[in-house]
């Protein structure tokens, strides 16, 4: 059996990590390094740094911070945020980024997945998804930081990206970010159904019973989190430990 990872998330404006409801409604949360080092040394599997600020006002990947986050931690780290080409992922890589993941330009353009899958491997490409979904039950990925609609159906969207050379699809619920209320497990369940690439869960998180339910019921590879670890509401030992205790197989 492949074991299940935990992912601590770190929204990221200029240099400081933020979290918000929704993507808005933005508060401090502290350094980007320091936090990143603190769960790194806490057992976290992974970490997610996404620059949200990046695409929407058009702003240079955080190349510098990379470097320092690189410099900072021993556990791999994926990347987001305003990379559109791959001359922004060859810097992310060389900055000593793991992964990077791509999601507004995407979108744009989906030859990117191709292009970069192509010159550096599957296995660094994230494909990022914010989903909403509407009153007609239609789930549809947003660009800019959620901010934007597109005409991306979630699930062909998702299996568009994994044929296009994705190696992993990271699902945001646009509903239930920053709401702490559960991830919506029946749509990562379906997700999971129609792809063969792992699947990390984001957007929801309140509770131990929620990160178990996303990854049985949800059938997700993985648990993104954010809120619940920057505020102190549990940490990575606890849940990991409580996981354990309902035999899900953590690392």
């Known amino acids: 059996m492949v074991a299940k990872r935990i ?13 918000g409801v929704n993507f808005v409604g933005l508060r401090d949360v502290g350094d980007a390094v320091e936090l990143g080092q603190h769960y790194a040394r806490s057992g976290a599997d992974e970490l997610v740094y996404l620059d949200i600020s990046a695409t929407r006002e058009g702003r240079a990947t955080f190349t510098k911070l990379v470097e320092r986050i690189s410099d900072g931690i021993n556990i791999p780290f994926t990347v ?6 791959l001359e922004d992922a060859a810097r992310l890589l060389d900055a000593g980024a793991d992964k990077i993941s791509v999601n507004s330009a995407a979108i744009a353009d989906p030859g990117l997945i ?6 550096y491997g599957s296995q660094f490409l994230v494909l990022a998804i914010d989903a909403r979904q509407g009153a007609d039950g239609i789930w549809r990925a947003t660009t800019h930081g959620g901010s934007r609609p597109s005409n991306k159906e979630l699930f062909a969207w998702a299996r568009e990206g994994q044929e296009r050379g994705a190696g992993e699809i990271l699902f945001t619920s646009m509903n239930h970010d920053g709401t702490k209320q559960g991830y919506p497990c029946d749509t990562f369940a379906a997700l999971a ?26 059938r997700a590879d993985a648990a993104l989190a954010a809120s619940i670890f920057h505020f102190g509401e549990i940490s990575i030992p606890e849940l990991k430990a409580q996981l354990k205790q309902r035999n899900i197989c953590i690392r």
């Open 193 to 218: 159904e129609q792809l063969s690439i792992p699947i990390i869960a984001s957007g929801g998180a309140g509770s131990v019973e929620d990160i178990a339910a996303v990854l049985t019921r949800g």
């Open 114 to 119: 191709d292009r970069i899958a192509s010159r």
């Open 7 to 19: 992912i601590p998330c770190l929204d990221v404006k200029e240099g400081r990590t933020v979290k």
């Open 80 to 85: 987001g945020g305003g990379i559109s080409t």
